[in-house]
């Protein structure tokens, strides 16, 4: 499954879990622990990641951050957790403060829903006081998963990232001031324009002139940009929907149409994917959904179950296929997973060795 896909089923869990979540030790179990587990590193692991890090400030001691993430036993990002429903703005200070007391280079501030990425861009080994990268996980734009990607085990690059992160922070600025640039011109912004098409003295008048012309400009160009796309959308959704209508009049249509992943399968994913990182990289670990089951996958191949999810009747089933054939068998809830690691772990081995 790829790294984006990965992310969608993360923002799936988040929405529909979030409103069942009641204290902060819950955010971090069903939220915040399925994202570091998404980005490739084993929470199971305390030689790479370890909940509670310790990280001493001056004569306190004992002071503890959320989570650390290691690399070769060193940290390389810290994530200080919050309750999903809370404001992260009042909360970055403590985050500041474990951060100039160990080698970390970035700092995770989050609820779960919201990422905010810190760094040292203004002073070295002194973390900034805005974020180089901000997010939310159920709202997040392509170019924003790909920037993510770069944090995920798989990918991390320090010096890579850390251009990445200038970049970022640029951007972020650069764009914040042609938003206010667009909805209320400076003088400058404005006689930049006024010089470039009036070709007598720009008078105060002009200048005025040219304020109000630049802004209605901007607004009229955003506006046609978003009616253009608007056009290409609708006619795309419309060739969509006349073939839709050919596949039914042919009886074509397929019936996994139709198919809902529910929150207990998702749970049930994570909890398997987390059970044999031990064994692969979590990446490889699959999901795939239709209306009898709900297939967890080695590498996204259908001759690699690693195990089936019934969940649609009366009773929970799986599936397991260590036997050499598919064996059912029912549990209670999805915590019961856990009791079959071995045979899940068996599982991947013999998939492996094939290969």
Same mark, same amino acid.
């Given at each position: @499954?790829?790294?984006? !896909?990965?992310?969608?089923?993360?923002?799936?869990?988040?929405?529909?879990?979030?409103?069942?979540?009641?204290?902060?030790?819950?955010?971090?179990?069903?939220?915040?622990?399925?994202?570091?587990?998404?980005?490739?590193?084993?929470?199971?692991?305390?030689?790479?990641?370890?909940?509670?890090?310790?990280?001493?400030?001056?004569?306190?001691?004992?002071?503890?951050?959320?989570?650390?993430?290691?690399?070769?036993?060193?940290?390389?990002?810290?994530?200080?957790?919050?309750?999903?429903?809370?404001?992260? !703005?009042?909360?970055?200070?403590?985050?500041?403060?474990?951060?100039?007391?160990? =080698?970390?280079?970035?700092?995770?501030?989050?609820?779960?829903?919201?990422?905010?990425?810190?760094?040292?861009?203004?002073?070295?080994?002194? @973390?900034?006081?805005?974020?180089?990268?901000?997010?939310?996980?159920?709202?997040?734009?392509?170019?924003?998963?790909?920037?993510?990607?770069?944090?995920?085990?798989?990918?991390?690059?320090?010096?890579?990232?850390?251009?990445?992160?200038?970049?970022?922070?640029? @951007?972020?600025?650069?764009?914040?001031?042609?938003?206010?640039?667009?909805?209320?011109?400076?003088?400058?912004?404005?006689?930049?324009?006024?010089? =470039?098409?009036?070709?007598?003295?720009?008078?105060?008048?002009?200048?005025?002139?040219?304020?109000?012309?630049?802004?209605?400009?901007?607004?009229?160009?955003?506006?046609?940009?978003?009616?253009?796309?608007?056009?290409?959308?609708?006619?795309?959704?419309?060739?969509?929907?006349?073939?839709?209508?050919?596949? #039914?009049?042919?009886?074509?249509?397929?019936?996994? =149409?139709?198919?809902?992943?529910?929150?207990?399968?998702?749970?049930?994913?994570?909890?398997?994917?987390?059970?044999?990182?031990?064994?692969?990289?979590?990446?490889?670990?699959?999901?795939?959904?239709?209306?009898?089951?709900?297939?967890?996958?080695?590498?996204?191949?259908?001759?690699?179950?690693? @195990?089936?999810?019934?969940?649609?009747?009366?009773?929970?089933?799986?599936?397991?296929?260590?036997?050499?054939?598919?064996?059912?068998?029912?549990?209670?809830?999805?915590?019961?997973?856990?009791?079959?690691?071995?045979?899940?772990?068996?599982?991947?081995?013999?998939? #492996?060795?094939?290969?």
């Amino acid at each position: @499954m790829e790294f984006k !896909d990965q992310i969608k089923l993360l923002a799936d869990r988040v929405s529909k879990m979030k409103d069942q979540i009641q204290t902060e030790e819950a955010t971090k179990n069903a939220l915040i622990m399925p994202f570091i587990q998404t980005m490739g590193y084993d929470v199971f692991n305390p030689l790479e990641v370890v909940p509670e890090f310790i990280a001493d400030i001056g004569i306190k001691k004992g002071e503890k951050v959320d989570y650390a993430i290691l690399k070769d036993g060193n940290p390389i990002i810290l994530i200080e957790c919050k309750h999903w429903s809370a404001d992260l !703005d009042p909360h970055n200070s403590q985050l500041f403060r474990y951060f100039h007391t160990t =080698t970390a280079k970035f700092g995770i501030l989050t609820n779960g829903i919201i990422f905010r990425f810190y760094t040292d861009l203004v002073e070295n080994n002194k @973390m900034d006081d805005k974020p180089f990268f901000e997010f939310r996980i159920d709202d997040m734009k392509e170019a924003q998963v790909e920037k993510l990607k770069e944090f995920s085990k798989d990918s991390f690059n320090l010096e890579s990232i850390n251009n990445t992160a200038s970049e970022l922070k640029y @951007m972020s600025e650069l764009r914040n001031l042609i938003v206010k640039e667009i909805s209320d011109p400076s003088e400058d912004f404005a006689k930049f324009f006024a010089r =470039t098409i009036h070709h007598s003295k720009v008078t105060e008048k002009v200048l005025e002139q040219f304020k109000n012309l630049v802004k209605r400009s901007f607004h009229q160009f955003i506006n046609d940009s978003i009616n253009e796309r608007l056009k290409t959308a609708l006619a795309t959704e419309q060739q969509k929907a006349e073939q839709l209508a050919k596949e #039914e009049l042919s009886g074509n249509i397929t019936a996994e =149409t139709n198919v809902i992943t529910t929150a207990e399968e998702l749970d049930a994913f994570y909890i398997i994917r987390a059970i044999v990182c031990a064994k692969v990289n979590p990446a490889r670990v699959a999901l795939r959904d239709n209306q009898s089951y709900c297939a967890i996958l080695l590498d996204d191949n259908n001759r690699k179950p690693i @195990m089936r999810l019934h969940f649609n009747g009366k009773k929970k089933i799986i599936s397991f296929f260590d036997q050499g054939k598919e064996e059912k068998i029912s549990i209670e809830a999805n915590n019961q997973l856990y009791e079959f690691a071995s045979r899940l772990l068996g599982t991947i081995e013999t998939y #492996e060795k094939v290969e």
